[in-house]
């Protein structure tokens, strides 16, 4: 069964507009099991966009509700899971994210801002091992991710999974939680392979 990570970061830079609309799509080839229906999939989730895309979200519809730094979307997602928008200071700079928040938790937004702030102040850039297996993930594309079916034994269905190249096999699929660290690194952008590793947010 597929269990929801805590709030996290998928996908590490500032997202364009077309890489944005991709992150929203990144479970679109999930299994339509209850974690998807209920939003379990997806709550939690947050990345880093640009103004002009904060802005054209704010504009695309009245938001369900605007609350200084951030407001949320009126079309829910699955149940109560709808995207939350926020524009923070942080180090003096001003930025802005997407994440996906559950607002039956009417603390839900407030708690996301706070894990934003907390992950972006860090002094030294780094990435924890989560954060680089969802940048995969999020930059995977759709041919060469998916999630296991019966190829896989019944207790890893639905897990999620993604083609891998090891010299003597050509091609095969792997669990992307089975990643060693060098199929990590040659999945991920030069510039992020030798950051330094850290406990997830």
């Not at 339509?32 to 895309?53: L, P």
């Not at 699929?173 to 990590?184: F, P, Q, S």
């Amino acid at each position: 069964m597929f269990v929801s990570p805590a709030i996290r970061k998928v996908f590490e830079g500032v997202a364009s507009r077309h890489e944005m609309y991709a992150l929203f799509n990144r479970h679109s080839q999930s299994p339509f099991d209850d974690d998807r229906m209920n939003g379990e999939r997806y709550v939690g989730e947050w990345f880093e966009i640009t103004e002009a895309d904060h802005d054209h979200m704010f504009e695309i519809l009245p938001p369900l509700f605007y609350c200084g730094d951030m407001f949320a979307m009126r079309e829910f997602l699955a149940a109560s899971i709808t995207s939350v928008f926020f524009a923070l200071t942080i180090d003096d700079r001003s930025r802005w994210f997407h994440a996906y928040c559950d607002l039956s938790d009417r603390q839900s937004p407030d708690r996301m801002r706070s894990e934003i702030i907390a992950r972006e102040s860090r002094p030294v850039r780094a990435m924890s091992t989560q954060e680089k297996l969802d940048h995969i993930w999020s930059t995977t594309g759709p041919d060469f991710r998916g999630y296991a079916d019966a190829r896989f034994p019944a207790d890893l269905h639905n897990r999620q999974i993604v083609l891998v190249y090891p010299s003597a096999q050509g091609k095969i699929w792997k669990l992307l939680d089975d990643l060693t660290d060098e199929e990590i690194a040659a999945k991920l952008p030069v510039q992020f392979r030798l950051l330094p590793e850290t406990i997830a947010a």
